[in-house]
């Protein structure tokens, strides 16, 4: 008998259902949440109140478009954090309350493991570039810069982390100084390939070991915009291409540099990128390079599966459900990082 689950996510601003059966994607239904561009950042209570509203019709479709009725779910999986309190809240009472009615168990996901297993995603007759174990992933979010060694689909180590801003929140949070919409990201990286990515120098941590650190990079982007906007009012407009390309090298360069300590230390040459920022162009090159220049396997996720989507949860939950690892009813959820 085959194995259908129903996953569900909604740790920050996309409130997003998947259909598995087996290994197998059925469906991907995201609702992306426009509320939060006029304020340059995601506003938590807004993202709460658009996953309520989002939750229903999205699993609906997720289950349409999967040609699977309710009753037929084996599990439900979703993501238990870490994410903003409120958005998780939604996802998880919803979840629970599924499987209580359907009377079926639950599986816990961790969103961090989700967007490293979004490489394990398959739809019926397509096959993945799939990374074999174990092998090591820079994941990199808007709420988290890590290196991680995957040893198994249950067995993940942390060996570096950042100790302050993600690399994702490094571009947009510069971004927003640069009077550029939310999120600044794939706007950097698209006025990025116009400018030239030596034409500044900002500062780079002196970080111990595989820890990343992304505040020093800002203040420095900062205080040059200040001093150089003191001597010309239009500076920024003038020179935003140039800007957006030599933040993005500092940022490439500064994630680059630790992951190929990372290769060194462990001799491990399987190296994967995963979460919203591997959507950068620059980055992908970057990984291309490596691959060439270093003779290592990369791994590069479909852009689809970057950002945050429920496939990424469900595929964790079908290798849960084979190790019959099922939640609690009263598991809570969390909002910071726990792998
Ligand atoms: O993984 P994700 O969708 O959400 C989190 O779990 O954080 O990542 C969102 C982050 C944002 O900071 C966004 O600016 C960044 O990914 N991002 C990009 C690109 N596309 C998305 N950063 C740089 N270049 C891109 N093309």
């Known amino acids: 008998m085959s194995v259908k689950i129903l996953a569900i996510e909604s740790s920050c601003d996309d409130t997003s259902a998947a259909v598995f059966n087996d290994s197998k994607l059925l469906s991907n239904v995201i609702a992306s949440q426009k509320v939060h561009e006029s304020y340059g950042g995601v506003v938590p209570e807004l993202a709460s109140r658009a996953h309520q509203s989002n939750i229903l019709p999205v699993v ?13 779910l084996n599990a439900i999986a979703y993501t238990r ?6 958005s998780l809240m939604v996802g998880t009472s919803f979840a629970k309350g599924l499987s209580i009615s359907l009377g079926i168990p639950l599986i ?13 995603i398959e739809r019926e007759g397509e096959e993945a570039h799939i990374p074999p174990f174990p092998f090591l992933c820079l994941l990199v979010s808007g709420g988290n810069s890590q290196i991680v060694k995957v040893k198994s689909f249950n067995d993940l180590e942390i060996m570096g982390q950042t100790i302050d801003d993600a690399a994702g929140e490094a571009f ?27 034409a500044f120098t900002f ?37 935003k291409n140039d800007l957006c390309a030599s933040l993005q090298n500092t940022v ?24 919203g920022v ?8 970057a990984f291309a390079e490596h691959a060439e220049k270093y003779g290592w396997d990369i791994y590069i996720p479909k852009f689809s599966y970057t950002t945050d989507n429920a496939a990424m949860i469900g595929i964790v939950g079908y290798h849960k459900f084979l190790d019959g690892e099922f939640s609690d009813i009263d598991l809570p959820p969390y909002s910071r990082v726990i792998i």
């Open 60 to 72: 609906h479709e997720a289950l349409k478009q999967a040609g699977v009725r309710k009753e037929e």
């Open 81 to 86: 954090g870490p994410g903003l309190m409120g």
């Open 108 to 120: 816990d996901v961790n969103h961090l493991q989700g967007h490293i297993m979004a490489h394990f």
């Open 172 to 198: 947009d949070k510069c971004a927003k100084v640069m009077g550029l919409p939310y999120p600044g990201g794939p706007v950097i990286d698209r006025l990025a390939k116009e400018g030239n990515p030596k």
């Open 203 to 239: 500062c780079k941590p002196q970080i111990q070991g595989f820890d990343y650190s992304f505040s020093g990079l800002k203040t420095s982007f900062l205080y040059t915009l200040r001093d150089e906007v003191k001597k010309d009012a239009d500076f920024i407009e003038k020179r």
């Open 252 to 275: 490439i360069e500064i994630l680059m540099d630790k992951l190929r300590k990372a290769v060194k230390a462990t001799g491990i040459k399987h190296v994967a990128v995963a979460g």
């Open 278 to 285: 591997s959507a950068n162009s620059a980055l992908r090159n």
